[in-house]
């Protein structure tokens, strides 16, 4: 009775992971632009995989095995938003957009129309701009030298 | 770099479990899955993240370029070595049988330390493939993405 429950269980996480994983990837081809289809990618990282893990774990039992997958799903629960964070970030500080915004709100970062600029990001590029200067020398001393 | 503030944080949770795991899979390579190549990878992953969210000249301060490349020497220098003592032993190159009195313990000290060797000399050259590509003049500043 036990036996059928849990596999009962573990296969409609399959299923419902399955659909997850499928979802996902149709919404990466058939989304309109990078943000949605960000969107549709990490819904495979937590979703689809977490399901599917958690599936092949309710067959493994209370062994070494669903220890190691605990693991992986931990590890993976870390990893996956953040590189999904760290694709997000690199797109928006190279002025990427979604493709319907009316007006930019999120005007704090992108370095190109300067007068909207709140204190913060003043004094931050202030600060940055001595490092970036030193930078660009060193770098033309070293080209000098080579 | 002020807008990675959560790779910072997860980098730094995330490069003691990899050193870990190098650890696991270098010395549980005589039972099953692992081995030297796999934790020498394993094992320079965990620094070579570091190396590309903090920055190549940090990591250089761990690891400066001299060090890398005796330690890519070193490997081979311990995996010869241990061929070298079996015969010193009375055995063959890399004839493991000798260095314990029963045959079976001899080839498991053997295998643990020529794996050492492969283990290290993979690492220093994933490092030192790391630096040769990474310590290369940006071609593109940060700012100008």
Do not use: C
């Not at chain 2, 003691?16 to 081995?35: E, K, S, T």
């Not at chain 2, 490092?127 to 290369?136: K, L, N």
């Amino acid at each position: 009775m036990m036996v059928v429950v849990v596999d009962i269980l573990s296969w409609a996480s399959f299923i419902v992971g399955g659909f997850f994983l499928f979802v996902g990837s149709l919404g990466m081809v058939r989304l309109v632009d990078f943000w949605a289809r960000l969107h549709a990618a990490s819904i495979i990282d937590s979703a689809g995989v977490g399901l599917i893990l958690l599936g092949m774990m309710l067959q493994g039992g209370l062994s070494l095995v669903t220890a190691k997958l605990a693991l992986i799903v931990l590890f993976l629960f870390i990893t996956g938003p953040t590189a999904s964070h760290a694709v997000a970030n690199a797109a928006f500080m190279s002025g990427s957009r979604p493709h319907d915004m009316v007006e930019d709100v999120t005007a704090e970062t992108p370095p190109k129309k300067t007068p909207s600029k709140s204190k913060k990001t003043k004094t931050a590029s202030a600060a940055k701009a001595p490092k970036a200067a030193t930078a660009a020398k060193s770098s033309k001393t070293t080209r000098k030298k080579s | 770099m002020d807008h990675h503030l959560i790779l910072r944080v997860i980098t730094k949770i995330l490069v003691a479990p990899i050193l870990l795991y190098g650890l696991y899979v270098q010395f549980h390579g005589d039972f099953g899955p692992g081995g030297g190549f796999q934790a020498g990878v394993i094992f320079a992953v965990g620094f070579i993240l570091y190396g590309i969210v903090f920055g190549l000249r940090r990591l250089r301060q761990i690891f400066p370029d001299y060090v890398v490349h005796r330690l890519v020497a070193l490997g081979v220098l311990i995996y010869a070595g241990t061929g070298i003592v079996n015969m010193a032993l009375g055995g063959n190159f890399l004839d493991y049988n000798v260095l314990a009195e029963k045959g079976y313990q001899g080839q498991h000290w053997g295998i643990i330390a020529v794996e050492l060797g492969v283990g290290v000399t993979v690492f220093g050259v994933m490092m030192a493939i790391f630096y040769s590509f990474a310590g290369r003049p940006p071609s593109l500043d940060d700012k100008e993405w």
